[in-house]
Each structure stands twice: as structure tokens, then as C-alpha cells.
């Protein structure tokens, strides 16, 4: 494979036409202006199509440096490209992944806000980056993710000659396996570096993140952190987040985290984690998650926080309505605020979110909706199971358990943090003193595990005196037999 080439008096193109259905220009390369060169269109960064520019441009022959004007290219989009959203659509010489000239346009940019990466060629002159071998490397060279470059610039730099896709495979997703509908469209000239571009951007590795880069780190103390919502579980990584590198759960999720921001937040982490012995993992992560994925060691420290559960359902449905509210006011709904309409019967946002008294009519609604106010959400987010099964699970793998009655004190000794703050507070529609005996008892039947646990672990804390539980003095199902 010849080394890329960033001299701009060798490669030279133009795009003249970008449409939802059609593509056009020219490129060439002036020192062998009479063979034809190859471009490479990319769709919202992947890899549409290769094509080799081939077509009579009777504007360019006879013109100094292009030769008999054999040049052009015309490509037809089938199917056409989508009118509805904004697309940024580039072309790349194929040789050396520049752009051509006016190569690099969004359409319907006025549907969505127009991304930051826009495509820029690197420098004529940088440092060749070695290519990665294993997660870790990969990894490390993502931590050079500039946004205003994008990734592809990035990937420019790496230095592939003679890589194979079983290589850059491991290196990206820690396996070896890849399904064959994933390797036949790229398997084209410049194949190594637009595999990897389609690997780094593919769902599998969005979505397996979090697990890739704590395994690539394995000397890193890991502060795994099982956040119960609306157990002032966004008021700890506030402050955390400022101690330690970290990563969010909310990284996996397509929907929340795109591409750029993805790269972006993920090269802050890594440059930060050179420096710290410990990387902090934050967002609703299921402890059953860190447990089966074997990534919860004994030299790691798995935490987490409770609170009453009726008062936990409440939160959650004031911090839900808050949320509309807030969207209705923007006029820009969220991925979660769109979900919560949809679960409520409301097929669009209706006018009267801006009304209190709708939307305390709408709270009582959504406290009974199954999928909003889960049953025993303590349980379910410590692995699953009633109460004894889960306190038997965090004595087992040492899950250190405060709830937010002793949480101030806790947060002070544990972590050295003084503030008295409490982030990510929700307006108050509803209240307990404020519900029917209806609602309060069909509340209480949904929190039957939930209320053995908490009441365990409030007691133990009551009897030893000390903020958390760390130990258990008997065996849980006694524990909750004696709670009960």
C-alpha cells in the first residue's frame, strides 16, 4: 500500500452538484494527469461508495496539469437521500482521504443544528501514528479525537500499511468475529482505514464501550457507582465527575450520544486517565451488568445509594413532569421526554403542559403507568430478585450501601465532601401528604421488596451507628426477616 500523499498540487477535484440524488465533479492527479483517480463518498461519515472518476470533462482538457479532461464522475443515489433530516455528504480522494473542493456540504442544514466536525484536510505535516493492535491502543489514539478535525482526519494520521481486518478488528472491538454484511462494502482501495472508520462507528462499539475501556485499563481502580434514579445519585457524580475520570452509561445509548460527542467525550476521559489511578463509571448501570461482565474485581469498589420507595416513585414522577414541563417550554423534546408522552396515551405534546393543575392531573396518571414507576425499582437495579436475594448479593460482592437519610454524612466521610448540595432537584407537583389513600396503597403494593430492603439496611445502620454498610452481622435473610 503506498503511504498517503498531502501534497495539494498532486490531488486535485471539485464537487459540482450535491443533491438528495445525485452527486457530481471531478478529480485528478496532476502528476499522472492522463490516469484515472479514485474518490470516495461518505454519508454522515460512512463509507457510501467508491468511484473512479473516469468521465469526459471537456472544460478541463487541454488545461495545464489535466491532461485530456478524462476526470469527471457522476454518481445517482438509490435509494435517494433523506429530505427530512440534515446529511452531510463528503467526498475524499480516495488516495490520501482529502477533501475536494467544495466536497464537503450538509443538506437541510436548517432541520438540525449543523455539526461541529465539519471536514477539514489534516496539516502537510504531522506525526505518523503507529497502528493499533489491541483495544488499549485504539483507545489511546481516539484520545487525539479532535472535533473540528473529525475522525476520519484522525485516522489519516494512522499509518495502516498492510493491516488486515482481523487486526484492526481486535484492536476495536476486543473480538475477532465480524459479520460477513459488515466486511463486503468496504473491501476497496484504502480498504484498512475506511474498515476501521466503519468499525469506530458502528453500533456494536457505541454500545460495548463502556465494558471496552475498562478492560483495556486494567490497573485502574474501578469506583462502579449503581445509581438507583432519583436517589441523589446525580448530586454524588456532580462531585466525582470533578475527581475523577469518567464514563457515562449514557454513552451506550444511540439515541442520546452521537458519533462526534461520543469520540469527544471519550478522548476528555482518556487524556484525564493518565493521570488518575481510579476512573469513576457513572449513569443507571444495573448491577447485574457489572456482575455478569466480570467487571466488578475485589480491588474495585461497587457503591450505591437507597431511599424510601414511596417517596423514590413520587421523585420520579415530579422530576418526569419537570422534565416536560422544561421541553414544553423550549419546544424541544429529549429521547426520554418523547418516551414518557408515547407510555401516557399522548401522541404529540399537548398545549396544556405549561398548566400546573394538568400537569399534577398528569403525575397522578403516570405514578400508575408500569413502565414510568416500576415495581421494587431498588431490587431491579441491584441485579434483580426480592430483598433477600439482592442483600445476599451485596454482602457477597461488598457493595457498599448508604440510603439518603445518612447520605450527607456518608458523602462527607467517604469522599471528604463538604458542600450541602442536591443536584438535579425536581419541582414538587406531587406530595405524599398530598396523594389519595388510593394512590399511597397502591404504591405501597408495588414496594413490598423495595420497603424489606430499605428497612434492612436503615436499621443496620441504626443499630451499628455507622452512615453505610459495608458487612453484614447476620445472614440476609434474617436481616429482612427481622426488618419485616
Request: charged share 25%; hydrophobic share 40%.
Amino acid at each position: 500500500m503506498v503511504p498517503p500523499r498531502y501534497d495539494s498540487c498532486m490531488l486535485r477535484g471539485h464537487v459540482d452538484l450535491v443533491t438528495h440524488n445525485q452527486i457530481a465533479g471531478w478529480a485528478v492527479d496532476t502528476e499522472r494527469p492522463n490516469e484515472p483517480v479514485d474518490v470516495c463518498v461518505y454519508v454522515d461519515g460512512r463509507k457510501r461508495t467508491q468511484l473512479t472518476c473516469g468521465l469526459r470533462r471537456s472544460d478541463l482538457g487541454g488545461k495545464e496539469g489535466l491532461g485530456d479532461g478524462w476526470h469527471g464522475f457522476r454518481l445517482s443515489l438509490s435509494p435517494p437521500l433523506s429530505q427530512s433530516i440534515s446529511t452531510r455528504v463528503t467526498v475524499r480522494h480516495a488516495a490520501d482521504g482529502s477533501v475536494l473542493g467544495k466536497g464537503d456540504v450538509i443538506l437541510n442544514a436548517g432541520t438540525n443544528p449543523e455539526p461541529l466536525d465539519l471536514g477539514c484536510n489534516p496539516p502537510t505535516e504531522f506525526q505518523r501514528l503507529p497502528a493499533p493492535w489491541r483495544p488499549r491502543q485504539m483507545l489511546e489514539l481516539l484520545s487525539l479525537y479532535d472535533r473540528c478535525q473529525g475522525l476520519f482526519n484522525l485516522l489519516c494520521q494512522i499509518d495502516l500499511t498492510g493491516c488486515a481486518l482481523r487486526q484492526l478488528t481486535f484492536a476495536v472491538r476486543g473480538t475477532l468475529a465480524l459479520d460477513e454484511d459488515e466486511v463486503a462494502p468496504i473491501r476497496q482501495a484504502g480498504s484498512p482505514r475506511d474498515m476501521l472508520n466503519e468499525l469506530l462507528l458502528s453500533v456494536e462499539f457505541q454500545q460495548n464501550i463502556l465494558r471496552l475501556v475498562l478492560v483495556a485499563f486494567p490497573e485502574k481502580r474501578r469506583l462502579l457507582f449503581v445509581h438507583i434514579p432519583k436517589s441523589a445519585g446525580s448530586d454524588l457524580s456532580h462531585h466525582l465527575i470533578g475527581r475523577y475520570p469518567s464514563i457515562a452509561e449514557q454513552l451506550r445509548a444511540l439515541n442520546w450520544t452521537d458519533k462526534p460527542a461520543l469520540f469527544e467525550t471519550l478522548g476528555a476521559t482518556l487524556r484525564r486517565l493518565q493521570f488518575s489511578d481510579s476512573i469513576f463509571v457513572r449513569g443507571h448501570v444495573n448491577l447485574a451488568y457489572y456482575l455478569e461482565q466480570g467487571l466488578a474485581r475485589p480491588c474495585d469498589r461497587l457503591f450505591t445509594i437507597l431511599r424510601d420507595p414511596v417517596e423514590t416513585a413520587i421523585s420520579q414522577v415530579n422530576y418526569i413532569l419537570t422534565r416536560l414541563k422544561r421541553d414544553a417550554l423550549t419546544g424541544v423534546y429529549e429521547p426520554d421526554t418523547q418516551r414518557w408522552l408515547a407510555l401516557l396515551g399522548l401522541e404529540g405534546p399537548p398545549a396544556q403542559l405549561s398548566s400546573e393543575t394538568f400537569l399534577v392531573q398528569l403525575g397522578r396518571q403516570a405514578l400508575r403507568a408500569q413502565e414510568i414507576v416500576i415495581a421494587n425499582p431498588m431490587c431491579h437495579w441491584l441485579g434483580g430478585g426480592n430483598a433477600s436475594a439482592v442483600l445476599k448479593r451485596l454482602a457477597e460482592h461488598g457493595v457498599e450501601t448508604t440510603n439518603t437519610r445518612c447520605y450527607p454524612e456518608w458523602r462527607r466521610q467517604r469522599w471528604g465532601i463538604e458542600a450541602d448540595t442536591r443536584m438535579n432537584e425536581s419541582i414538587k407537583y406531587l406530595r405524599r401528604d398530598t396523594l389519595t389513600p388510593d394512590d399511597l396503597a397502591y404504591l405501597e403494593s408495588i414496594s413490598v421488596e423495595d420497603h424489606k430492603l430499605y428497612q434492612a439496611v436503615d436499621q443496620h445502620m441504626l443499630d451499628s451507628g455507622a452512615c453505610a454498610v459495608t458487612d453484614w452481622p447476620a445472614a440476609p435473610a434474617e436481616t429482612v426477616a427481622t426488618a419485616a
